[in-house]
């Protein structure tokens, strides 16, 4: 599904990009765009958000 549609950038596409992204400026910049109108910036800070958690889940379960 399309997330951001001034850059015409999918929820897949964004998910790739946040992966160790700090900041939703970084993920746009692995893209190779910016955010235009920010309708979508609440919902890529929250991809980063959801990669950080898969993240630390997958750390705690290996750690076990």
Known sequence: MYLC???AIR???FA???KDAQ???DVFK???CRPQCG???PDVAAIID???ADADGAT???AE
């Open 5 to 7: 549609l001034c850059n």
């Open 11 to 13: 929820d897949r596409e």
């Open 16 to 18: 790739d990009a946040a």
């Open 23 to 25: 900041t939703v400026a």
């Open 30 to 32: 692995r893209r190779g």
């Open 39 to 41: 309708k979508c910036v």
């Open 50 to 52: 959801e990669t950080r």
């Open 60 to 62: 705690a379960i290996a």
